[in-house]
């Protein structure tokens, strides 16, 4: 079986979206990714600030690498966020994405993005299928 950082230098490899982000992976291992990256001007909406599926991806990035750091291949059932403040350009985003339950066939994980004072940003929460597939 591949450990958590082979299967996520698998993932991360063939994410060019990811890759687009800047996403940069700082921590993995079995049902756990921390994940930072800087918000860019071209990130930015009519109000000027950090488009929602900005942070919406960052999230759903981490869901997907810690959720499948256990080595079997893991999609996403349901998420949903909570923006709980506005993301400017030049914000550095800081992505942890924790596993709260388990089972064979599902996984419910919370993922945390803060800026760079450490001020909650965004919530998110994501339930994934374990397809019992090994990476």
């Known amino acids: 079986m591949k450990t958590a950082e082979q299967v996520v230098n698998t993932m991360y490899e063939g994410d060019a979206f990811s890759q ?6 700082l921590k993995e291992r079995p049902g756990y990714c921390q994940l930072q990256m800087t918000v860019r ?8 600030i950090a488009h929602g599926g900005i942070t919406y991806s960052l ?25 709980t403040k506005p993301v400017q350009a030049g ?19 919370e993922v945390r ?3 760079q004072k450490e001020e909650l940003v965004a919530l998110f929460k994501g339930t994934v ?3 019992g ?3």
Do not use: C
């Open 20 to 25: 687009w982000l800047g996403i940069k992976r």
């Open 41 to 48: 001007p071209e990130m930015t909406n009519g109000f000027k």
């Open 59 to 83: 999230a759903d990035s981490a869901l997907a690498f810690a959720s499948n750091g256990h080595g079997t291949q893991a999609v996403s059932l349901e998420t949903s966020i909570s923006h």
């Open 91 to 109: 914000d550095v985003l800081l992505a942890t994405a924790e596993e709260k339950n388990l089972t064979r066939k599902t996984g419910i994980y």
């Open 113 to 115: 993005i803060t800026n």
């Open 129 to 131: 299928y374990r397809t």
């Open 133 to 135: 597939k090994e990476w």
